[in-house]
């Protein structure tokens, strides 16, 4: 992959970029220095994520990055024996939650300028064959980092405006071909200042992509598998929750994996399901704390357990 992660890579492939400025605080690790030195010792500095800043109009400038990711994923998958690939993009709201607007006059006219921007990416990774997936941390992870001066009503609009943008991005782009990733943050921390799933879920599901990725299996929120007896899934739509943790070393038992599967499954429907992660096991190269070869044992066991799902859900017919 020519990208350095999986946000702040539009820096180098759009114009209207330069310099740098640092993050703010996240709200749930800003008063403990002890724990963010330490996990600093044991994952890289974070350094590595260079968050541009926006001071000039926002173009297309080099699409030879994304020629050599799709024709990269092409060759790898030419490989192995898989039904289908997915290529992650940034999503038009999560480039203003890591390069910050000195140039456009408002949130929203800066968000649409990526919006226009970022179009071609989208369609591009389609039209190669490959199915789409729109990261979008910006509607629930944003609130505790780079939008936390809002109030929750204000964040909660921020969000359904920022899915008005993607949805007319996704235009020309058919729904089964794309997903979309929600997170709270791929990182092990408080979390304490996470915004619930259940006041994020009815924004979400208003998104054009069919397949929903959103966290599920971490200790802050393995319990919201339950928003979805509340908040009805739309019949056009497909589930993804998370099954493993990405923020820990630890190798989720097959049985685990199963029933968290069943729990959604129960739920929606056992063919609206698919076994996921959290989130990717690496967000940007050079940081990160999962050790690759325990990352495959994770998935490994993730395989397993959705047998085992497959199986149960199959018997209760």
Known sequence: MSKPGYSTYVADRLSGFAGHEPAMPRLDTRDHPNFLAAYERMTGAMNIARRAV??????????????????????????????????????????????????????????????????????????????????????????????????????????????????????????????????WGNYEGPHDHDIAFAKVAPILVKSKPQALVVEAANPRHAHEWTVWQDVKLPDDKILIPGVLDTSTNYVEHPELVAQRICQFADIVGRERVVAGTDCGFGTFAGYGKIDPDIAFKKLGAMVEGAAIASKRLWARA
Request: net charge negative; proline share 5%; hydrophobic share 45%.
């Open 54 to 183: 926006c001071v000039g109009p926002v173009s297309v400038r080099d699409r030879e990055p994304l020629e050599h990711d799709l024709a990269n994923l092409k060759e790898a998958l030419a490989q192995v024996q898989v039904i289908e690939g997915f290529m992650t993009a940034a999503s038009p709201g999560l480039v203003p939650v890591f390069q910050i607007n000195r140039h456009y006059p408002s949130h929203e006219a800066y968000v649409e300028a990526i919006a226009a921007a970022m179009q071609d990416e989208y369609e591009a990774i389609v039209k190669a064959g490959f199915v789409l997936q729109l990261d979008c941390p910006d509607l629930a992870m944003a609130r505790h980092t780079s939008f936390q001066e809002l109030g929750e009503a204000e964040f909660l609009k921020r969000a359904a405006f920022h899915v008005d943008v993607l949805n007319n991005a996704l235009r020309n782009v058919p729904a089964d071909r794309a997903r979309i990733h929600i997170c």
